[in-house]
């Protein structure tokens, strides 16, 4: 296991997959290195591409808002992504982008040992909870790996795309919300 700046130095000069080649800056993640929730995108988009930080667009933005809802920000949480680099045209990580990343996030996991890892999304979710995940029928269950919580819901670009499944996205915050107190998190 990789300590917090080699970590950062190894994912910044990668070259394990095609991604690299198109990339403007590697996007690491954010947030206090000893947080108890963590949060985890699929990649970075456009935006986070070129500032070298997750979550910073109009995504980025509306998780802001959704953060708020339950009292955190990113000053109490770390924030990250299956892949580090920037999928061409946003379009969805393939397998083996995935593959050739999930180090660095798993080594991020072992360095912060989160209480609690929300998936963003059904990319994170089938890579973190279970490959056959259901994300529009899962979303907000909680399920304990390694004695870690984790759960799921909808991407913030998804929300943003089909304000429908808002009402859904704030049940899952609420849950999100009540299993930290539960469990006791620090935020």
């Known amino acids: 296991m990789l300590d917090w700046s ?7 000069t990668c070259t394990r997959c095609g991604l690299a080649e198109t990339r403007t800056k590697s996007v690491f993640g954010i947030g206090p290195r000893d947080a108890d929730i963590l949060f985890v995108g699929e990649g970075p988009g456009q935006q986070e591409d ?3 930080e997750p979550f910073v667009g109009p995504a980025g933005q509306f998780l802001d808002e959704m953060l708020s809802i339950i009292d955190l920000g990113r000053q109490n949480c770390y924030i990250a992504n299956v892949v580090k680099c ?3 045209m946003n379009r969805d990580p393939q397998e083996a982008e995935q593959d050739a990343c999930i180090g660095y996030l798993r080594n991020q996991f072992a360095l912060i040992r989160p209480r609690l890892v929300i998936c963003l999304g059904r ?8 490959p056959d995940y259901s994300i529009t029928r899962e979303h907000g269950l909680w399920v304990n790996k390694g004695g870690t919580w984790m759960t799921a819901t909808y991407h ?7 304000p429908s499944k808002r009402p859904e996205a704030f049940r899952d915050l609420m849950s999100i919300k ?3 107190l539960e469990v006791g998190a620090k935020f």
């Open 6 to 12: 080699q970590l950062e130095e190894t994912c910044k």
């Open 178 to 180: 009540s299993k930290i």
């Open 156 to 162: 913030p670009s998804a929300l943003l795309r089909d």
């Open 123 to 130: 990319i994170a979710a089938k890579r973190l909870i279970r």
């Open 50 to 52: 070129l500032r070298g």
């Open 86 to 88: 920037r999928p061409p």
